[in-house]
């Protein structure tokens, strides 16, 4: 069994930062790539960046040069440093990611966090 457990949103202005964090806990070996998503009001589910076991990174085109997704491999934690902040960012943010467990790979999601961005 595997959890995730994302925190860090909240209320923020436009052009303001929040720092995201999700920690996994459970039977885990090893854990490989970790990803954050968010969901909109409204809309579908999107990809937001991802980040492989070896530190290599992708974003989306619409929050590049704007958000750093980074990891802790040691805490089992993945954070997501969003800056410059813009109210269409306003989304349910979820983590997500590909847990080596009791042999077999499963990928587990976290419940999500709130993020609002408005003056």
């Known amino acids: 069994q595997v959890q995730l457990v994302e925190s860090g949103g909240g209320l923020v202005q436009p052009g303001g930062s929040l720092r995201l964090s999700c920690a996994a806990s459970g039977s885990i070996f090893r854990i490989n790539h970790m990803r954050w998503y968010r969901q909109p009001p409204g809309k579908e589910r999107e990809l937001v960046a991802v980040?492989?076991?070896?530190?290599?990174?992708d974003y989306s085109y619409s929050v590049k040069d704007r958000f750093t997704i980074s990891r802790d491999n040691a805490k089992y934690t993945v954070y997501l440093q969003m800056n410059s902040l813009k109210p269409e960012d306003t989304a349910v943010y979820y983590c997500n990611a590909d847990v080596i467990s009791r042999g077999s790979q499963i990928r587990s999601w976290g419940q999500g966090t709130q993020v609002t961005v408005s003056s």
């Open positions: 980040i492989t076991s070896g530190g290599s990174t």
